[in-house]
T-cell receptor
Framework: GAVVSQHPSRVICKSGTSVKIECRSL??????MFWYRQFPKQSLMLMAT?????????EQGVEKDKFLINHASLTLSTLTVTSAHPEDSSFYIC?????????FGAGTRLSVL | AQRVTQPEKLLSVFKGAPVELKCNYS??????LFWYVQYSRQRLQLLLR??SRESIKGFTADLNKGETSFHLKKPFAQEEDSAMYYC??????????????FGQGTILTVHP
């Protein structure tokens, strides 16, 4: 299957700092990528749809100024958690789809101290 | 609004026993249904999708539009099947193409 690479796998930061997470499609081009958030032993919650060359589409209740998404190329989308706070600590997962099958990154565990 | 419900958060069976993970959905359009699996310390990966009608690792799932269900079944569970299973729905023909709505997940434990 297709490969989606996510980096970093884990990040620890101080409250108030910003953190950038990268999502790359390694062997296909993705005009659309998705960003999810997963709480421990819970389901994945879609945060936003990242669209190459245009603005991301955010789900209801997700602060777009808090979670900045940039999809500057057909193989890279980035999620920046701005002014992170402890409540932003979570597991963030991206996915991309060469067809109507989504392939997932390994996820990024963010811990905000 | 689309919704996926997995009524069982935990499911335990013994090796060799049949297993069924339930999934019900609500959606007004033409959905595509998927089962994703997440093994311990691994990424989420596709197990099967309803339109392919494949059997993967012995698992099958049939879309029942009348009952709006897409239950996952395996006649003889194996220990290596222990994992978290997610049922997911995609809007196949709408404007949110590819966007997935996940169920809450079922943790399957297969005991030796």
């Amino acid at each position: 299957g297709a490969v989606v690479s996510q980096h970093p796998s884990r990040v620890i930061c101080k409250s108030g700092t910003s953190v950038k997470i990268e999502c790359r499609s390694l062997d296909f081009q993705a005009t659309t990528m998705f960003w999810y958030r997963q709480f421990p032993k819970q389901s994945l919650m879609l945060m936003a749809t990242s669209n190459e060359g245009s603005k991301a589409t955010y789900e209801q209740g997700v602060e777009k100024d808090k979670f900045l998404i940039n999809h500057a190329s057909l193989t890279l989308s980035t999620l920046t958690v701005t002014s992170a706070h402890p409540e932003d600590s979570s597991f963030y997962i991206c996915s991309a789809s060469p067809a109507n099958i989504q392939y997932f990154g390994a996820g990024t565990r963010l811990s905000v101290l | 609004a689309q919704r996926v419900t997995q009524p069982e958060k935990l499911l335990s069976v013994f090796k060799g026993a049949p297993v069924e993970l339930k999934c019900n959905y609500s959606y007004s359009g033409s959905p595509e249904l998927f089962w994703y699996v997440q093994y311990s310390r691994q990424r989420l990966q596709l197990l099967l999708r309803h339109i392919s009608r494949e059997s993967i690792k012995g698992f099958t799932a049939d879309l029942n539009k009348g009952e709006t269900s897409f239950h996952l079944k395996k006649p003889f569970a194996q220990e290596e099947d222990s994992a978290m299973y997610y049922c997911a729905l995609s809007d196949a023909g709408g404007t949110s193409y590819g966007k997935l709505t996940f169920g809450q997940g079922t943790i399957l434990t297969v005991h030796p």
